[in-house]
């Protein structure tokens, strides 16, 4: 197995079983070591695209506005404008000269044709370079335009996708505190690190109206500038995703006094032990019995409509690799209620707390690894005889060159996957993508499992199917 990693990449590679945990993490990427991970500007942009009322504008060259174009699967239950992808399009002669000129006549047109509540200005790593100053042409601006008009230094000289969530959080406080916050309710929570892929978002703000929950902002799936301004008057803090807003988490908690708690929406045991600590949190009564009447009505009509995806994938094989390892908790959790089992789990930015867990909740012989690359991730998919690979839109190819099933966790996706109903999709597009009669063509790879040949599973799995 080792084989297959570079000299300097050995020590963030770990087998449970052969030793103690002792992974490195945390670590910027190897050179020439082509990493699963994203650059800085990346990282703020995938944090901040949601945001739906404002303006996104790349000052760079178009290379990274097409790059982040649309990048995640955000969806918004009224404007759009987030969907646009501006950019200034640096190009020779801007770089000689200086590009300020330009970025303040972009946003200008810009605010004028579109009427945005905000302007997010996102500087490239060229503009490191030439040293623009964003921040007086965004303050000249937002002085002109009364609007809050905020730079999001994402730079690439700062790390990888983790600094890039840094600057998002950063640019995401000069805009909370600065809304009106009377009227709330004393049960009121953020949610944060949720981005309404393929509209995830609604389902869990349906469970919490149906607990008593108050939503002031969504940071940032479907989310409003002018929410987020209110975003100061909520009781609680509910992290989703930790490693994009847990920054931002943790200032309002300095700043405001609001306390924050981690969860995860994926799996019917985090979601179900999501609402659970949320109604913890409050300590009332009926919100506790309002909880458990959601999660009972919702478990009572997923489990047998789960069970017949169960049987089917028993015993498969599952591979994990993700951006955030919390993620990855959930999705080991997810696996073993459909009775697969995880061989190799990965994260772009684990930390060694992270991986503990992670070594805690899978089998003996589980490869565990961090910032992986393609090299490594073919080798321990072919070594562990992968069924299907969970991952993103760079993962995608791996799995499919090698004539392995995938399952896209990623930002790009268009089915939701958190809450209960997400569960099922989950177990619904396994069973999809690892039955397959399409795998019976790849060459030296064994045909499609007996369980796919037979008439009655399969005729049967159709019908529950077309029942679900």
Not at 10 to 20: A, D
Not at 270 to 289: H, N, P, Q, V
Not at 292 to 311: A, H, I, N, T
Not at 350 to 368: F, H, K, N, S, V
């Amino acid at each position: 197995m080792k084989t297959a990693a570079l000299e300097g990449r050995l020590k963030q590679i770990h087998v449970k079983g052969e030793r103690p945990l002792d992974i490195e993490c945390n670590r910027d990427s190897l050179a020439g070591a082509v990493s699963q991970r994203a650059c800085t500007f990346c990282g703020s942009r995938v944090v901040l695209y949601p945001i739906a009322d404002a303006l996104h504008l790349v000052h760079g060259p178009i290379g990274c506005a097409v790059y982040t174009w649309d990048i995640r699967g955000a969806l918004s239950s009224g404007p759009e404008l987030h969907r646009l992808s501006f950019s200034t399009d640096l190009q020779e002669r801007d770089v000689i000269f200086g590009g300020e000129e330009k970025l303040y006549r972009a946003l200008s047109e810009l605010i004028d044709r579109h009427a945005p509540r905000a302007a997010f200005v996102y500087s490239t790593c060229i503009v490191g370079i030439i040293g623009d100053d964003i921040d007086a042409v965004c303050k000249k601006v937002e002085a002109e335009k009364a609007i809050p008009v905020i730079p999001v230094k994402s730079e690439g000289f700062k790390g990888n996708k983790r600094a890039g969530y840094r600057a998002a959080c950063n640019a995401m406080s000069r805009l909370i505190g600065t809304g009106d916050v009377t009227g709330f309710s004393p049960f009121s929570v953020n949610i944060m690190g949720d981005f309404n892929i393929a509209g995830e978002i609604w389902l869990i703000r349906d469970y919490y109206q149906r607990m008593g929950i108050e939503v002031v902002a969504n940071i940032t799936g479907d989310g409003r500038v002018d929410n987020i301004r209110k975003a100061h008057g909520a009781a609680l803090n509910v992290v989703q995703c930790s490693g994009s807003t847990m920054q931002l988490a943790q200032m309002m908690e300095e700043e405001y006094g609001i306390p924050w708690i981690r969860v995860s929406y994926f799996g019917i045991e985090d979601m179900s032990e999501a609402l659970y600590d949320i109604a913890r949190f409050f300590g009332e009564k009926k919100l506790m019995e309002k909880t458990q009447r959601v999660v009972r009505e919702e478990v009572s009509w997923l489990m047998p409509r789960l069970e017949e995806y169960r049987k089917a994938l028993s015993g498969r094989r599952a591979a994990i690799y993700v951006g955030g390892s919390f993620k990855a908790f959930s999705l080991v959790k997810a696996f073993r209620l459909i009775d697969m089992k995880v061989v190799l789990v990965g994260s772009q930015t684990g930390t060694r707390e992270d991986y503990q867990e992670l070594e805690a909740i899978t089998d003996p012989g589980t490869i565990i690894v961090d910032d992986s690359n393609p090299l490594e991730l073919t080798a321990f998919l072919k070594e562990k005889g992968v069924d299907v690979f969970v991952g993103g839109v760079k993962e995608r190819p791996i799995a499919y060159k090698l004539g392995i099933g995938f399952c896209d966790h990623n930002h790009e996706r268009k089915k939701p996957l958190a809450g209960f109903e997400g569960m099922l999709n989950f177990a619904r597009e396994i069973y999809s993508t690892v039955m397959s009669p399409v795998w019976r063509f790849v060459p030296e790879k064994p045909c499609c499992p007996e369980r796919l040949h037979d008439d009655d599973i399969a005729s049967g799995m159709a019908a529950r199917r077309n029942a679900v």
